[in-house]
């Protein structure tokens, strides 16, 4: 009984954190809370408004429903944990939490990766073809898309997951990192982890290169298309939806990018949890923020829900 244990105890990790034990580091985990906190509310209230209007039942709200509904689940994998283990002063996390953790993090980055170059699609097809845009971007359509990035999402995660669950890992088996994430975790593995690199770059490749090529491509395309166009004010109301997309891309692929093509050897600890934090953290509370502030649609959305509350309260 006491091998199992102890076979047991030497399985788990120690998450060595972004955070130190002192009064900083608990007014910093305070920032990170309310952070938490916006980014629940905020993706939430979104989510509600694009279910409760009508005239948000469109595609590209459909997708960016998703989006949302992703960021909830990916700040709350790595929050939660990241806050308990501060305050109660205990590093460890299980073998077992540890894998969940890889695999939802996977699943929802890969997701959103591709998410988010659907509705570069989206926005393609709706300014540079809005007369084929009922037969090219339909609900259907849309809805293909969304189950498209959660199974290839989930496909991708098992498969990482899986393989990294597997590597030995010999020594210390504490993670310079505030989450378990692969990177960090082949620099415990005694094995060479060269050809599972190579691995990981394919597939940084398949969910973020390639993703951000069409992106990038879509709004190429774009720009021309807005540029032809006589009326300015058609103009603004292109580049008001086009940039808020724009600024979420620049913001979640820049450190993912960064993260996930360099070469294990040009890790360093500190660099990887600063990137980390914008993808983790940043971005989803930012995300409804930027979708909802500079959407018109979405604000009177909100309007419409807040006088249908206030007339029902009075």
């Known amino acids: 009984m006491w ?3 102890n076979q047991t105890f030497t399985r788990d990790f120690i998450l060595l954190g972004l955070l130190h034990p002192s009064r900083y580091g608990m007014l910093f985990l305070m920032l990170i809370l309310v952070i938490f906190m916006v980014a629940i509310m905020g993706n939430t209230v979104l989510i509600l408004l694009i279910r409760l209007d009508t005239r948000l039942h469109t595609p590209m709200y459909f997708l960016l429903s998703h989006l949302s509904f992703m960021d909830i689940l990916h700040i709350s994998n790595i929050v939660p944990k990241m ?17 969940f953790q890889i695999f939802l993090s996977l699943l929802f980055s890969g997701a959103e990766c591709l998410l988010l170059a659907a509705m570069s699609y989206d926005r393609y097809v709706a300014i540079c073809h809005p007369l084929r ?11 293909l898309m969304a189950a498209g990035c959660w199974l290839v999402g989930t496909i991708n995660s098992t498969i990482h997951t899986t393989y990294a669950l597997h590597l030995p890992f010999c020594g210390t088996r504490g993670i310079d990192h505030f989450f378990c994430e692969i990177p960090a975790m082949l620099k415990l593995s005694c094995v060479d982890t060269s050809h599972y690199e190579r691995g990981v770059y394919v597939s940084a490749m398949f969910f973020l290169l390639i993703p951000f090529s069409i992106i990038l491509a879509s709004y190429g395309q774009i720009l021309c298309t807005v540029l032809h166009i006589k009326s300015v004010e058609t103009q603004k109301k292109a580049f008001s939806t086009c940039s808020s997309h724009l600024t979420v891309v620049v913001m979640y692929y820049g450190p993912f990018i960064f993260t996930y093509v360099r070469p294990k050897s040009y890790h360093t600890p500190g660099q990887d949890k600063i990137l980390a934090i914008f993808y983790t953290i940043l971005t989803p ?13 979405v604000l009177c959305a909100l309007k419409k829900v807040l006088e249908k509350a206030l007339m029902y309260r009075n």
């Open 3 to 5: 091998e199992e244990k």
């Open 83 to 99: 806050a308990s283990n501060f305050i109660s002063g205990q590093q460890s996390i299980t073998f077992a939490g540890c894998g």
């Open 133 to 143: 845009y009922p037969s090219l971007m339909n609900h259907q359509i849309s809805v």
């Open 285 to 297: 509370m930012l995300n409804p923020i930027i979708y909802s502030l500079r959407n018109k649609d």
